[in-house]
């Protein structure tokens, strides 16, 4: 199936800094998603995005569905140690039903 | 909160052997998947079943089989499995028009 694009792969910050990610697709999708993977875990939901021009919070997180509905953000503001993980993308399509295409994930290291 | 719970963390298996990997949700959805996650590869969809009984294959369904007898149950069938099967699996349920999956915590195989 078709994989979205998302970058950067890695990403190795401060602590205290802010960070970006982002994915793209040359299809349409009508949802994102935002998850995070702890280490040897099953990926959680952070954030979920409904309508072009979306932009939502949770907590550090924001994540924008973007306007062309192709392609979505997520911003961590403030890193701590604990925002260590993989973040996955994930969209939905009207024509796929009920299943998700993912990126390949950001891995995020934050350094004390 | 919604639970999917899988019966293993982690399982060593000898090729060849018949392996079964259970996944329970107790949120009364109507989907469940599985995937596989592999570095670099990201997640893929070996099967999903979106009611009792039902099921659809996903992107790599060769060497897996699936089983839903219950609502609340599925199973991923490895007839015979092979080195190459070693992997992390991944459990995930929906609402039926639901956009969001929620993950069970994986199975990390290894097949000797």
């Known amino acids: 199936g078709q994989q979205l694009n998302q970058s950067p792969q890695s990403m190795f910050i401060q602590e205290g800094e802010d960070v970006s990610m982002n994915c793209t697709s040359s299809s349409i999708f009508n949802t994102w998603l935002w998850y995070k993977q702890d280490p040897g875990e099953g990926p959680v939901l952070l954030i979920a995005?409904?309508?072009?021009?979306e932009l939502t919070s949770n907590g550090r997180l924001t994540a924008q569905f973007g306007i062309t509905r192709k392609d979505s953000f997520l911003n961590i503001s403030a890193s701590i140690p604990s925002d260590v993980g993989i973040y996955f993308c994930a969209g939905r399509r009207w024509t796929s039903g009920s299943r998700l295409t993912f990126g390949e994930g950001t891995q995020l290291t934050v350094n004390p | 909160d919604v639970k999917v719970t899988q019966s293993s963390r982690y399982l060593v298996k000898r090729t060849g052997e018949k392996v079964f990997l259970e996944c329970v949700q107790d949120m009364d959805h109507e989907n469940m998947f599985w995937y596989r996650q592999d570095p670099g590869l990201g997640l893929r969809l070996i099967y999903f079943?979106?009611?009792?009984?039902?099921?659809e294959k996903g992107d790599i369904p060769e060497g897996y089989s699936v089983s839903r007898e219950k609502k609340e149950r599925f199973s991923l069938i490895l007839e015979s499995a092979s080195t190459n099967q070693t992997s992390m699996y991944l459990c995930a349920s929906s609402l039926s028009q639901g956009n969001e999956q929620f993950f069970g915590p994986g199975t990390r195989l290894t097949v000797l």
């Open positions: 995005l409904y309508k072009a021009g």
């Open positions: 079943s979106y009611d009792v009984k039902m099921k």
